[in-house]
């Protein structure tokens, strides 16, 4: 059995140029799939040869469409049909478009787009209903400078237009990262439907544009288009990555009211949503009301558990996925492992490692020996972390050395986290977090001359340091604050009274994360505004009282915020959801669900 094609994005071009330069051979052939000695031939008539009359050319177009058909019934798609396009008979666009779009159903992109640049060069005009299928395939093989020419060649046409022509141009924009395109497009469409707002949705999301996909979400309502279940995928999606519950709530009371099914797409999309947003009893409940569960929506409910702090009700969740007879892949171990990495479980981790192996036959992913080492490495196990590392099956990624690094920081471990350091900054010079990580670590120990050297390396790079930011989400509107932002008066005055109020209870600003050798009062302000601590005091000014405060930072939780988090939500008397990078924390009572292990 031949391997499916699988292309990195580098390779597809050269790959694609390649192709269609051996298989454009006028000597090329294309036959059933039995080698059929009949095939017709492509040489020229002989001089004196009469014409076919029309009938017999209507009754090989024919013929020749029941074949395609029958390839497409038969899933059986060989080599791009260069008979098509050499006959002696006329062959029409529709005839084309069905070969183009068997190729596309089924999954032979390459073949899709070489069928179409074969009929532009024999005079064939395909129609609009052959540019969709096309365009999909170009969409697919992520062939940008492609795309463009196929739009062109659309609008040269007169089909651009078109609501399937444009929607898949939507589709073959966003999908190339070109969101920016992708909307125009939208904008000059004359007729645009569902499908094309939920691939425009749909692409925001893909480009983790998330607050720009609800914008357009509300904007598609107050046009009055249907929404779709598409559309609530895609929307869901954008408010779990935001943290926007409120509008998820929303959502989910709109399926309910209008009926909509909640079957394995729609449910699986609320499971991570809820997730996502901290809302793990919600999470369980639409889980549990699901009539029809598959591994995706498993792999949501024991991922949410993980990323929430209950792994123990993950591995209870794997536990019922196995007697369900529910085969788990990679993302289900990724997110066991997660959740013995989140609760220090490192016994169950190494169980769970290699049965992943050994029982159901999958291969582990980078990701899942980063879960691994950081398992080890929180646990100070830095030896069996280290010949991890060193042995594992894959090569090591910046992903493994940093999350090597960031043990190093928890523990102060110079020499190790120096060596890891090293090793990460070969791979990935330019990026700021393996600078500030290392500089973590030599602050906590004071070597400010080591600091100083490689503030100067970043200067002279020209890498700037990523700012904190966090948001809020207060009335339906979501607040983005920035660490050290300007703040409004009221704000700074409240942050200050919080911590005048919080040192009374022993709370002492942890100055060993500041990067400077400045005094200590210095160091003190510089740890006072970091962006999630001015989210909670704008979250404690303008949220009802008793409400839970959530709230979204796009780095990993610093020490000093961690423990100020605890401390108001006791005196307080709030319940916190704070979601870093990593995981999440719920804050009550002073104390976090994390444990203080994150």
Known sequence: MKRPLTLTARARGSRVRAYFSASASPE?????????????????????????????????????????????????????????????????????????????????HLHSVFVFIQMQRVGVRPDSFTFAPVLKSVARLCLREMGRSVHAYAAKANVDGDVYVGTSLVNLYSGCMLIGDAHKVFDEMGERNSVSWNALITGYTHNRKFAEALDLFREMQADGVELTEVTMVGALSACAHLGALSLGKWIHEYIDCYGLSLNEFLGTALVDMYAKCGAVMEMEKVFITM????????????????????????????????????????????????????????????????????????????????????????????????????????????????????????????????????????????????????????????????????????????????????????????????????????????????????????????????????????????????????????????????????????????QDCHVFFKIVSLVYKREISLRDRNQFHHFAGGSCSCRDHW
């Open 291 to 558: 009539r029809a569960k598959n591994v995706y929506t498993w792999n949501a409910l024991i991922s949410g558990f993980a990323i929430n702090g209950h792994g123990e009700a993950a591995l209870q969740a794997f536990s019922r996925m196995i007697m369900e007879n529910l085969k788990p892949d990679g993302v289900t171990f990724l997110g066991i492992l997660c959740a013995c990495c989140h609760e220090g479980l490192v016994d169950e981790g190494k169980k769970y490692f290699g049965i992943m192996k050994e029982e159901f036959g999958l291969r582990p992913g980078i990701e899942h020996y980063g879960c691994m080492v950081d398992l080890l490495g929180q646990a100070g196990l830095f030896s069996e972390a280290l010949h991890l590392v060193q042995n594992m099956d894959l090569k090591p990624d910046p992903i493994i050395w940093r999350t090597l690094l960031g043990a190093c920081r928890t523990h102060r471990n110079v020499p190790l986290g120096r060596y890891a350091a090293r090793k990460l900054l070969e791979l990935e010079p330019t990026n700021a977090e393996n600078y500030v990580l290392l500089s973590n670590i030599y602050a906590q120990d004071s070597m400010w001359d080591e600091i100083a050297q490689l503030r100067a390396v970043m200067n002279q790079r020209g890498i700037a340091k990523v700012a904190g930011c966090s948001s809020i989400e207060i009335g339906n509107v979501v607040y983005e604050f920035v660490a050290s932002d300007c703040l409004k008066p009221e704000v700074r005055d409240l942050l200050d009274d919080i911590r005048k109020e919080l040192k009374q209870m022993g709370y002492a600003a942890n100055t060993g994360l500041a990067l400077y050798d400045i005094e200590e009062e210095e160091k003190e302000s510089s740890v006072a505004f970091h962006s999630e601590k001015i989210a909670l005091a704008f979250g404690l000014m303008k949220s009802p009282p008793g409400s839970t405060i959530r709230i979204i930072k796009n780095l990993r939780v610093c």
């Open 28 to 108: 090329t052939r294309w036959q059933t799939p039995e080698r059929q000695s009949t095939a017709v031939s492509t040489n020229p008539p002989a001089a004196g040869a009469r014409a076919s009359p029309a009938p017999a050319r209507h009754a090989v177009q024919a013929s020749l469409m029941s074949l395609v058909e029958s390839r497409v019934r038969s899933d059986w798609w060989g080599s791009p049909s260069p008979l098509l396009l050499q006959l002696g008979e006329p062959i029409d666009s529709r005839l084309c478009r069905h070969v183009i779009r068997g190729y596309t159903s089924q999954g032979k």
